[in-house]
């Protein structure tokens, strides 16, 4: 079975400044994808950034990317010049490649705090 | 374009009772997908559908059912409520089924709260 494991519980960043944000995921799968999603306190969860396993690009989009490394299972999320808008909840997702399925494996979640 | 949209937002019931949650995914979306938001399991997933079919189910007790409709909306629905079942229910809707390219939007959830 897949798992995804958020190790920060809670991070906490000046605005302007970058912070990463953690994942790691174990499967024995080839092919999946794994996203970035950001819940913030008004609940709706959106997705920031996805990244297909067979990319060995890693994913940008604005100010957020990520540094995946597939031999490590490692997925994380870089926020540069971080806004007070950011603060929420960040969960890391993955998604099977193998079967048609929408199925989202998510981790625990990392508490993003944004000081001014 | 409208979103993805939950009815109830918010629900308290008793247990022992039951509960339908209604979704109603964005325009022309085929797939809805829900998932248990809980502080203590955090996010895990019900089931999802597509063209009317459940096409995948997670580990949850037969209490927990669901169906989707000709229009698409979906509804789950939870029997013989317990106090482990108050959490935060979200949906998710897309154009079709496992094709990443095509986003999940979620909707704001209903919170259903057992006493």
């Known amino acids: 079975a897949q798992t995804v494991t958020q190790s920060q519980p809670e991070m906490s960043v000046q605005e302007a400044e970058t912070v990463t944000l953690s994942c790691t995921y174990d499967?024995?799968?080839?092919?999946?994808?794994l996203f970035w999603y950001k819940q913030p306190p008004s609940r709706q969860m959106i997705l920031v950034i996805r990244q297909e396993a067979y990319k060995q690009q890693n994913a940008t989009e604005n100010r957020f990317s990520v540094n995946f490394q597939k031999a490590a299972k490692s997925f994380s999320l870089k926020i540069s010049d971080s806004q007070l808008g950011d603060a929420a909840m960040y969960f890391c997702a993955y998604r099977s490649g193998e079967g048609a399925t929408n199925k989202l494996i998510f981790g625990t979640g990392t508490l993003l705090a944004v000081q001014p | 374009k409208a979103g993805v949209t939950q009815t109830p937002r918010y629900l308290i019931k008793t247990r022992g009772q039951q509960v339908t949650l209604s979704c109603s995914p964005i325009?022309?979306?085929?797939?809805v997908s829900w998932y248990q938001q809980t502080p203590g399991q955090g996010l895990q997933f019900l089931f999802e559908y597509f063209s009317e079919t459940q096409r995948n189910k997670g580990n949850f007790p037969g209490r927990f059912s669901g169906r989707q409709f000709s229009n698409s909306r979906s509804e789950m629905n939870v029997s013989t409520l317990e106090l482990g079942d108050s959490a935060l229910y979200l949906c998710a809707s897309s154009l079709a089924q496992g094709m990443p390219s095509y986003e999940q939007y979620f909707g704001p959830g209903t919170r259903l709260t057992v006493t």
């Open positions: 499967t024995s799968e080839s092919d999946y994808y």
């Open positions: 325009s022309g979306h085929r797939s």
